[in-house]
């Protein structure tokens, strides 16, 4: 799952204008393959709360693996 940076919410609003302005025209015209752009509006406000609560929240730490201790004499290095 892609995440949404909280410095990218303006950039989803301008990609909701700009989905909001397709679908009309498409409605206008009758272009009825265009009208499937709902989908991607209904996913919209997912994304920015996403984007919000992780502003809220900030990255989750976790950590470095341990990366065992190799010993060059047991590996032939």
């Not at 989803?12 to 265009?34: N, P, S, T, V």
């Not at 809220?56 to 693996?65: A, S």
């Amino acid at each position: 799952m892609l995440s949404t940076k909280p410095k990218m919410l303006p950039r989803l609003d301008e990609l909701e204008e700009g989905l909001l302005a397709r679908r009309e025209r498409a409605i206008a015209e009758d272009w009825q393959g265009e009208i499937d752009l709902d989908l991607t509006l209904a996913f919209l406000p997912s994304k920015r709360e996403q984007a919000r609560r992780f502003e809220r929240t900030g990255p989750v730490p976790l950590g470095l693996p341990a990366i065992p201790h190799r010993n060059p004499q047991l590996t032939g290095g």
